[in-house]
């Protein structure tokens, strides 16, 4: 304990950080986005069920009647807000929050960049992810490679294949999976243990048109597979941020987010109330866009050289 | 029965699986940004020594193992089996090869060692990090001769054999660190 008064990361790398965190402003900046600031608190929340907001109580005038609160775990939707009510594009550095999440990658409260380019899809805002990575870690190749190619060298088909024949890909290859995976879960575990460590070692990889289980809220194309127009960019085996050309249909974004609620009812999981204001945003016209939500701690890490996210935090979890 | 979540694993937690005692030795966080949560486990089983990698679903629980780290002394053996004692309560258990590892390298008669117990059975034993060992058998040191890196080999009193620097003669007590089977220094 005496000791954990002082910063995790050295001072000469929290120099370095306020650099590449100037570099990062001078990349919006030159390029004449917007910079916006959304707050941190929300009366709703994402009710993904893989994301876990921080709750906390709010006692005073002003506030919902129960009290109850939400950190953010990303600025999502009080961007998308300010891109319905005709702000253009916009771009921000906020500090977000999960429960549940630390490790050598994660803090449960980090530093997330975002960004919406109206009128653009994914494709453009791809290549724009890739020269604002490569502004801050320096020049690098970009390849791109759709969800689905990335399964293949494991006999998978990712869009079709059911739980059983994921299950015997992972056993296979040496996994043993926890019991009663369903699909997507199997193939998280397959991912986050094969695929995802072997991206990014020669450069930026991209992968994009994920399955529509996880079109989360990007829209979906239909066609044979249907695929979500999503995509997520790796640097070192590590995700560094994931985008969408984002969901505009306020109908749809509902379906989606009601039976997010059902699987978080049916696992026992807490479940928070639907951000009518997004969704009353959405109907009344979120412009054509798309938009992406990166890592700056990670992004930091690999400029930096770190291997550990607390190399590059003032003050990780166990110092707070 | 105990259990543990995954939220409280760390290197050093000792675990049930398949009816084997485990002890963790790295835990590894792994999560898709929108994906199910795991934690990446190297565990080592605890009766044979083997290391396995084993994933589990975050916030799943585990059944503990009922494993206790105490301060044994040890006392003799027979060639097959290591016996020990509580000093306090005078109990005695039986330690076999492969609980010993390399420990009976270096223990002598009425040292005190980390044993950790299984439901009263010990799986491992582990020698004091540093032992002091008298020198049995070393040839003497050539001066000047370097081809060996400055170094030769030294049996000490419990049959272990360490590299030691040219000066040391047979007779004299070393340190010796247990973890890494290094020479540390001589003892005056």
């Keep these: 304990m005496t000791d954990s008064w002082r910063p995790a990361a050295t001072l000469e790398t929290l120099r370095a950080r306020a650099e590449l965190l100037a570099s990062v402003r001078a990349f919006f900046r030159e390029r004449g986005l917007l910079e916006v600031e959304t707050p941190t608190l929300s009366a709703a929340a994402v009710v993904d069920p893989h994301v876990e907001s921080l709750e906390t109580a709010y006692q005073g005038p002003g506030g919902p009647l129960c009290g109850q609160l939400y950190l953010q775990t990303s600025p999502e939707f009080p961007m998308k807000r300010l891109l319905a009510a005709g702000a253009g594009s916009i771009w921000q550095i906020a500090r977000v929050f999960r429960n549940g999440e630390r490790g050598a990658r994660h803090n449960p409260e980090f530093t997330m960049l975002e960004w919406y380019r109206c009128g653009w899809d994914h494709r453009d805002l791809m290549a724009e992810v890739a020269a604002l990575v490569a502004s801050v870690i320096g020049p690098r190749q970009s390849r791109y490679h759709t969800y689905a190619s990335l399964f293949t060298p494991y006999g998978i088909d990712a869009h079709a294949d059911a739980a059983a024949k994921l299950e015997d890909a992972a056993c296979r290859i040496g996994l043993v999976p926890p019991a009663a995976l369903s699909r997507a879960a199997l193939l998280d575990l397959l991912w986050g243990h094969r695929i995802a460590p072997e991206l990014g070692r020669q450069g930026i990889d991209f992968v994009y048109d994920f399955p529509v289980e996880q079109a989360a809220l990007a829209r979906v194309r239909q066609g044979d597979p249907p695929v979500a127009e999503r995509f997520e960019c790796y640097v070192d085996g590590m995700e560094i941020a994931n985008g969408f050309h984002e969901l505009v249909d306020a109908d749809e974004q509902r379906r989606r987010f009601l039976a997010d609620q059902a699987t978080r009812r049916s696992c026992g999981q807490h479940v928070p109330p639907l951000d009518e204001r997004l969704l009353a945003a959405l109907r009344a016209g979120l412009p054509q866009c798309a938009g992406v939500a990166l890592g700056l701690d990670r992004l930091f890490m690999v400029a930096l050289g770190a291997r550990h996210i607390d190399e590059v935090l003032a003050f990780p979890l166990e110092r707070v | ?188």
């Design chain 2, 1 to 188: 029965m105990a259990t543990y979540t995954t939220n409280q694993f760390k290197g050093g937690l000792k675990l049930m699986l398949d009816g084997d005692p485990y002890s963790i030795v790295e835990n590894e966080f792994v999560k898709p940004g929108k994906g199910q949560a795991f934690n990446r486990v190297k565990l080592r089983n605890l009766k044979t020594g083997k290391v396995l990698d084993r994933t589990f679903k975050s916030g799943e629980s585990v059944e503990a193992a009922d494993v206790l780290d105490t301060e044994l002394q040890y006392l003799y053996n027979d060639g097959e089996f290591w016996y020990f004692m509580d000093p306090e309560t005078f109990d005695q258990v039986a330690a076999n090869k492969a609980a010993m590892g390399d420990a009976g390298k270096w223990i002598k008669e009425q040292d005190i060692c980390n044993v950790t117990l299984w439901n009263g059975e010990p799986l491992q034993v582990d020698a004091p990090a540093f032992v002091e060992l008298k020198v049995t058998q070393t040839d003497p040191g050539v001066r000047g001769d370097t081809s060996s890196g400055g170094s030769k080999p030294a049996t000490v009193e419990t049959g272990a054999v360490v590299r030691v620097p040219l000066f040391i003669e047979e007779g004299e007590v070393l340190k010796i660190d247990t973890r890494s089977a290094e020479y540390v220094g001589r003892i005056k």
